[in-house]
């Protein structure tokens, strides 16, 4: 399988996480907006959002492109993290893995400083269309291995993918419980960056006599 285009947009930005008195910084090598990416990273997206299911003829085509394309993807990554510093890597849970393969560069990056995985212990649901609440997100995540956090600094959390934040700030609160100073910054790392698509406009089906001739019924 040939490797397809790619056009990487590496970019970082300080944001507010949806959890109160937490922020970080977050950087990623693409972006994903209103169903399109520069490279093969939109796999990750696409089946992330169930845009296409595993094992069927697309999702099979587009999974051979991102792992053809991994070893770049892992290598633009590498570069990304190089200015950030951290003493702890979490490594966050991922539903199909594929935050393994990014968490390993940062591994690669900082091999002496301690880690932690995350795992989900259980399938979260908020009802059709909704994404589950931080708080649900807390409860369903475990990690290992238990470390004491109040030790650290900076904590660096990497993910397959980073949009409106939950994840991230979920992991962020279970840590503080456990221990993790609150004024430890955090720094998210994430190959693709997932912005929201624009409202649509509504399509306005009015009409009056002047306009068309015709009154409304």
Not at 56 to 80: G, M, N, S
Not at 132 to 159: G, N
């Amino acid at each position: 399988m040939h490797s397809s285009p790619t056009t990487y947009c590496p970019a970082s930005e300080e944001l507010q996480l949806p959890l109160p008195t937490a922020s970080g910084t977050v950087v990623w090598i693409d972006s994903y907006r209103d169903g399109r990416a520069g490279t093969s990273l939109r796999y990750l997206q696409r089946l992330r959002s169930s845009e296409i299911a595993p094992n069927e003829i697309a999702e099979t085509a587009e999974r051979q492109a991102y792992e053809a394309d991994l070893p770049k993807h892992q290598q633009v990554f590498h570069k990304a993290l190089q200015t950030h510093p951290w003493d702890l890597l979490i490594e966050a849970p991922s539903g199909h893995g594929h935050a393994k393969a990014f968490a390993d560069v940062a591994r690669s990056v900082r091999p002496e400083v301690a880690e932690i995985v995350f795992r989900k212990t259980h399938a979260v649901s908020s009802g059709k269309g909704k994404r589950p609440s931080v708080e649900q997100l807390v409860a369903a995540f475990e990690y290992s291995p238990k470390l004491d956090l109040s030790r650290f600094c900076q904590v660096l959390i990497v993910d397959d993918v980073f949009a409106a934040g939950r994840t991230t700030a979920a992991i962020v609160l279970k840590l503080r419980i456990a221990g993790l100073n609150p004024k430890a910054g955090i720094f998210i790392a994430a190959p693709l960056r997932v912005f929201p698509s624009p409202p649509r406009a509504k399509l306005d089906l009015s009409f009056t006599e002047g306009q068309t001739g015709k009154t409304r019924p």
